[in-house]
């Protein structure tokens, strides 16, 4: 009888950690990161996560970084390993090392919602991503002007926003089928694909011209 009552015990215990995974499994990008006091958005290259199981990839700003993943009895994220791209600017670099500081240094997870995953520290210390589906349709503005951006090597960055009160951020992607010309103003549709495996300096998506809505 106490055989038996260890076995089911051992059983349930496996059956909440596949449960508990099961949740987590999927591709992520981050949305918000807090660190060391300062808050940021990222820009169209932001970090990346996929969680398979106890194993975790992704992009982290400039390189690419894999490592594992366990949720009981407690969290413990990594020893994370990373390739050796060299990232183009201070800025970069800084934000990049602060991500993975994170997360090695994350001691709690929640999961908000079914898309939002949040990684916390012992000082406050944020990352939260958002699900990603494999493709989704979305509306963009789109300014005028390019501005001066730094990506593989320096470039002109289209300004982009989702609606018309937002700031306008850089993008760091091209649109296929979308021909731009400076000096007019954009609305347009885009269908937005999941990149299987992309490059190290690469994003993890691809925007399709579906439709141009107007100026």
Known sequence: MLKKTMLLA????LSVVVEARSLLDGDYILSEWRHAGASSRPHEKAPTLTIQGDRM???AGCNRYSGTISTLPKLKVGPLATTRMACLGDKAQGNESAVLAVFEGAKRFKLKQPNRLEFSGAKGERLTF?????AIEQELYIAP???????VAPMECMQVRETPSAQWTLFYNQ???FDYVAGKNYKIKVRREKVASPPAD?????YVLLEVLGD
């Open 202 to 206: 690469a994003s993890a998506f691809k």
């Open 57 to 59: 990839s992704g992009f």
């Open 10 to 13: 051992v059983l349930l215990s």
């Open 130 to 134: 958002v699900r990603q589906a494999d």
């Open 145 to 151: 002007e390019t501005k001066s951006c730094t990506g």
């Open 175 to 177: 649109i296929e089928g």
